[in-house]
């Protein structure tokens, strides 16, 4: 099946070569990043992590949203999801393989990459966290190519990738779960130093990733003859806006604990995110963006006819995709750094340099989607019509 990702349109192959020229621009980049080192970065001793490790905390969301759509459609038997949730699993390939790139760029050299599975040390949670990257990676690229394949060929899938699929369910939730314990398990990093971590992890993903799977869905449909259906796309879109409510109501948690407790360590983060703290304001106009296009975003939502409506239903998933990304792939790494532990200000800002890495990374990861979602489409396509009983 990998020869339909050679065939395509012009459009196809433009786009084709933009991510490629924007994936080599960033690899460009990172080559400098590793010949003089992390020093050309942001980072510093104060803030070790940054917008690198702020993008995988993201992605490893959008990789574990995957999981509603293999819920309701294996376990629920829901079949209007069943043109959909191969455009969910491979969704979540293309994410982790980016969540795995975006920790290499992290640790400065590809060795120390390699350290982790030369040298493995089950006391770290980064080595667990590793561990059930790669198992989801290998479990996604499993299913979604035996179960493509067996639609090719017009039969139901194999018994046997059955329990792989069940699998897959519960290891969904344990990626992003135990990226959450990364930071919970820190006790120096009041910010972090919440019990509900993983369950706003969790909220999170299971709002950004089906939003962003729902725009990629109305995409393919308007560029390919493949229509995912308007059912399942009405369905995924109660499923954003449950978690998304979900999502608010546990920073709102944070928030009312902060404040009410009125323990220092835990107000400041929020002083300097959202209002600025010792004349440092860098983040204030990033994170209230954020909330501002959370609130619309859930409020589009919430409004039925507003949810039906495909046009504003695309406009909803955008704001709530944004506001999601600048409060957990940044917003949330910086509040845990600044203050540092003794009270001083220390502020972190990307340099052009964690950018353009940044974007190449992404850029890989989208020239990856767009060949597994060719595939994905080419098939689905030539089996337009073909019920098959998985």
């Known amino acids: 099946m990998l020869e339909k990702a050679l065939v395509g349109s012009k459009r196809y192959w433009m786009w084709m070569g933009l991510l490629a020229a924007l994936s080599v621009v960033g690899f460009a980049f990172y080559l400098k990043q590793f010949t003089y080192g992390l020093g050309l970065t942001g980072l510093s001793r104060d803030v070790s992590w940054g917008l690198y490790i702020g993008q995988f905390t993201f992605l490893v969301g959008v990789a574990a949203s995957a999981v509603m759509l293999v819920i309701p459609y294996y376990l629920h038997d829901f079949k209007k999801f069943g043109k959909i949730v191969i455009l969910g699993e491979f969704l979540a390939i293309s994410a982790v393989l980016m969540c795995m790139l975006f920790i290499m760029a992290d640790m400065g050299q590809p060795m120390r990459f390699m350290n982790i599975m030369l040298h493995p040390t089950p006391g770290s949670v980064m080595f667990w966290d590793f561990l059930v990257l790669a198992g989801y990676l290998g479990l996604n690229l499993l299913v979604g190519w035996v179960t493509l394949g067996a639609d090719k060929k017009g039969i139901a899938p194999p018994k046997w990738i059955k329990p792989f699929i069940y699998l897959s369910i519960p290891w969904a939730i344990s990626i992003h779960t135990v990226t959450a314990f990364l930071y ?5 990093r009041h910010f972090w130093l919440t019990a509900i971590m993983a369950a706003r992890f ?19 449909r308007k560029l390919t003859k493949f229509d995912p259906g308007k059912e399942p796309i009405q369905a995924l879109a109660k499923i954003v806006t449950y978690a998304m409510f979900a999502n608010v109501f546990f920073l709102a948690l944070e928030f009312f604990t902060a404040f009410y ?26 994170m209230w963006t954020s909330s501002i296009l959370a609130v619309v975003a859930l409020t589009m939502l919430f409004v039925p006819q507003v949810r039906r409506n495909e046009f504003t239903l695309v406009i909803a998933c955008v704001a709530l995709f944004i506001s999601l990304w600048i409060d957990k792939g940044f917003g949330l790494i910086i509040g845990g750094f600044v203050p540092n532990m003794m009270e001083q200000v220390r502020p972190y800002w990307p340099t052009f340099l964690e950018t353009m890495v940044t974007v190449g990374i992404w850029a890989i990861g989208l020239l990856v989607l767009t060949a597994l979602y060719k595939i994905a489409v080419s098939v689905r396509e030539e089996t337009a019509g073909v019920e098959i009983d998985h």
């Open 202 to 220: 969790l909220a999170s993903a299971f709002a950004g990733g089906p939003a962003l799977l729902l725009i990629l869905a109305l995409i393919v």
């Open 184 to 188: 919970a398990g820190l006790p120096g």
């Open 261 to 286: 407790s009125g323990i220092p360590g835990h107000t400041h983060a929020f002083h300097y995110l959202y209002h600025g703290l010792e004349g440092h304001t860098e983040m204030v106009g990033m």
